[in-house]
């Protein structure tokens, strides 16, 4: 029988894109800077700014390359992802880069080729936003593809985080709910469209994330538990669709930017929120995670000049300082434990640093780039030490 999956082409697309880096790099560039622009803002299609047409056409541009449908909607789920992606890295040099643009911006401007999709953009938004007027939610064409992209956010996104490789049936049907909702849109125009209207919400819920899970799951829940089965075939793909989106997650926290040289001090804020939040996912795991970290931070800090390294430890020194209490108890007390494990020379070590860290820290820092400079051979191994003491001292991990 000929295998008419919906999922499979898509699986295969999404396949394509984590073999072909550079290029979905060059992609999430543009996703990027919408997301620098559009958080925190209210965003309507009615409202849009120079800039804001200026990256449609751009967004425009990098979408028409694909020419294969299928991997049109791999680019979209690739794009609400890197949304949500985004909202725990810092933006800040996009944003700098971005009023430079933005200054530069004439009334020249020819939008006429990403006009049928303003046009497109202005009738959903409209329809949308007097849907609960004279109860005409029936015209609205955007409204539940919207509300699947906040599921997305609020409760798809967060599972991807999660250690195995096992989906809830409630996940893997809002999956594939949202994908039907996409595809059904035939023209390219709309499903362009559809993509701007999918970041635009995501971006919406960049403010809103703290009280947003239990609306979305509460108006949905509904549609979820309504009886209906997907095909045993269709849910093992969007499972393994999952996956490969959980294998891109992690992907996006390895690689580096392209466009743009990670700053020393960026790199610490950019990546140690996300360790407190490995720390506390898993108690059992907490001494593997912070192992992995010292690793990470150091094998960063010996790629950087002298000037750099001075700033990415008075960063690391300085950066959420009292994290203490950021650490669920259980954690904690793992993490000194595995400390008191050390062998007596290396606690002796440690607390005679310690002690000079916490009289001059600044000056502590430059006698441990002297030291460094010094090194001919352990260079990376003595940075090491010196990761692993900067973190014991902001979690208070040594007696």
Same mark, same amino acid.
């Given at each position: 029988?000929?295998?008419r ?6 699986l295969?697309?999404?396949e394509?894109?984590s073999t072909s ?6 992609y ?5 800077k919408?997301?620098a622009?559009?958080?925190g803002r209210?965003i309507?299609?009615s ?5 804001d ?6 967004? /425009?541009?990098e979408?028409?390359?694909?020419e ?5 909607v ?11 992606y985004n909202?725990?890295?810092n933006?800040?040099?996009?944003k700098?880069? /971005?009023?430079e643009?933005?200054?530069g911006?004439d009334? !020249?401007?020819?939008?006429?080729l990403?006009e049928?999709?303003?046009?497109n ?7 949308h936003l ?6 005409r939610?029936?015209?609205?064409i955007?409204? @539940?593809f919207?509300q699947w992209?906040?599921?997305y ?7 991807l985080?999660?250690?195995?490789n096992?989906?809830d049936?409630?996940?893997?049907k809002?999956?594939n709910?949202?994908l039907v909702?996409?595809?059904k849109?035939?023209?390219?125009d *709309? ?16 403010s809103l994330?703290?009280?947003?899970n ?17 095909p ?5 793909m969007?499972s393994e669709?999952l996956?490969?989106?959980?294998e891109e997650?992690?992907?996006?926290? &390895?690689?580096p930017?392209?466009? *743009?040289?990670i700053?020393?001090d960026?790199?610490i804020? =950019?990546s140690?929120?996300?360790?407190i939040?490995d ?16 690793n !990470?931070? !150091?094998?960063k800090?010996v790629?950087?000049? &002298?000037g750099?390294?001075f700033l990415?430890? &008075? !960063?690391?020194?300085r950066y959420r300082r009292?994290?203490?209490s950021?650490?669920? =108890?259980?954690?904690?007390?793992t ?8 062998s ?6 440690f607390?005679d640093?310690l002690?000079k860290?916490? @009289? ?9 780039i &002297? ?8 260079k990376?191994?003595t940075?090491?030490l010196?990761v692993?003491?900067?973190?014991i001292y902001k ?5």
């Amino acid at each position: 029988m000929e295998d008419r999956s919906m999922i499979k082409p898509i699986l295969e697309a999404l396949e394509y894109f984590s073999t072909s880096d550079e290029e979905l790099q060059f992609y999430y560039k543009v996703i990027d800077k919408f997301c620098a622009t559009w958080f925190g803002r209210k965003i309507l299609a009615s409202k849009f700014t120079k800039l804001d047409y200026l990256l449609i056409h751009d967004l /425009l541009g990098e979408y028409i390359r694909f020419e294969s449908n299928n991997k049109r909607v791999a680019l979209w789920i690739l794009s609400i992802n890197r949304v949500c992606y985004n909202y725990s890295v810092n933006l800040s040099f996009i944003k700098k880069d /971005l009023r430079e643009i933005a200054e530069g911006i004439d009334d !020249t401007l020819d939008t006429s080729l990403i006009e049928p999709i303003i046009n497109n953009l202005k009738e959903f938004e409209k329809l949308h936003l007097e849907a609960g007027v004279d109860n005409r939610g029936e015209a609205d064409i955007i409204g @539940n593809f919207l509300q699947w992209v906040g599921l997305y956010t609020s409760f798809i996104y967060p599972s991807l985080e999660n250690k195995e490789n096992f989906y809830d049936k409630n996940i893997i049907k809002a999956m594939n709910f949202l994908l039907v909702e996409f595809i059904k849109q035939k023209s390219n125009d *709309k499903r362009l469209a559809f993509l701007i209207m999918a970041i635009m919400e995501a971006c919406s819920q960049y403010s809103l994330r703290g009280d947003i899970n239990s609306v979305i799951i509460d108006d949905m829940s509904s549609e979820l538990s309504d009886g209906s089965v997907i095909p045993g075939t269709e849910e093992n793909m969007v499972s393994e669709l999952l996956n490969k989106l959980k294998e891109e997650n992690d992907k996006q926290r &390895q690689r580096p930017i392209l466009s *743009k040289e990670i700053l020393a001090d960026q790199y610490i804020k =950019d990546s140690f929120d996300q360790f407190i939040e490995d720390l506390n996912y898993d108690i059992n795991e907490s001494v593997s995670v912070f192992n992995n970290y010292v690793n !990470t931070l !150091t094998n960063k800090f010996v790629t950087f000049d &002298q000037g750099k390294q001075f700033l990415f430890m &008075q !960063t690391l020194n300085r950066y959420r300082r009292n994290c203490k209490s950021s650490l669920k =108890d259980g954690v904690y007390k793992t993490l000194k434990k595995s400390v008191r494990l050390l062998s007596e020379q290396s606690k002796k070590w440690f607390v005679d640093e310690l002690k000079k860290l916490e @009289n001059e820290s600044d000056v502590y820092i430059d006698f441990v780039i &002297q030291k460094l400079k010094s090194e001919k051979v352990s260079k990376t191994n003595t940075s090491k030490l010196f990761v692993m003491l900067y973190l014991i001292y902001k979690f208070e991990l040594m007696e």
